[in-house]
């Protein structure tokens, strides 16, 4: 995923945390602001577990996110990963994912 999609400032993930429609699943929590540009976060907690796992789902996270990208409307996303993530296979994450865009309806509509 290029550097230009992500949400870097505490500021960001803030106001999408405050404005933001939230959907959930077992593994993962997303909250979309609409905006005039694709921008993404990834938020795990210590909850999840130490540093090694937490960093091993942001890496599973923005993987399963980045073929998506073309496909999605623009906006500001946050992935808040749950605790079942950490035990959650790769594909298991990227089905949560596509459920929990899907719910919210933020893909295209030509890319349907």
Do not use: W
Not at 54 to 78: C, D, M, T, W
């Amino acid at each position: 995923m290029k550097r230009t999609y992500s949400l870097r400032k505490n500021s960001q993930f803030q106001y999408v945390y405050r404005r933001g429609k939230s959907c959930a699943c077992r593994e993962l929590v997303l909250l979309f602001v609409r905006g005039p540009r694709m921008q993404v976060g990834f938020s795990v907690s210590k909850k999840v577990g130490k540093a090694v796992v937490r960093n091993r789902v942001k890496r599973r996270l923005r993987e399963a996110f980045s073929p998506q990208i073309p496909l999605l409307k623009s906006g500001q996303y946050v992935f808040v990963a749950r605790e079942a993530a950490a035990a959650a296979d790769f594909a298991h994450l990227q089905r949560s994912m596509n459920y929990l865009l899907r719910r919210q309806t933020l893909y295209r509509e030509e890319a349907k």
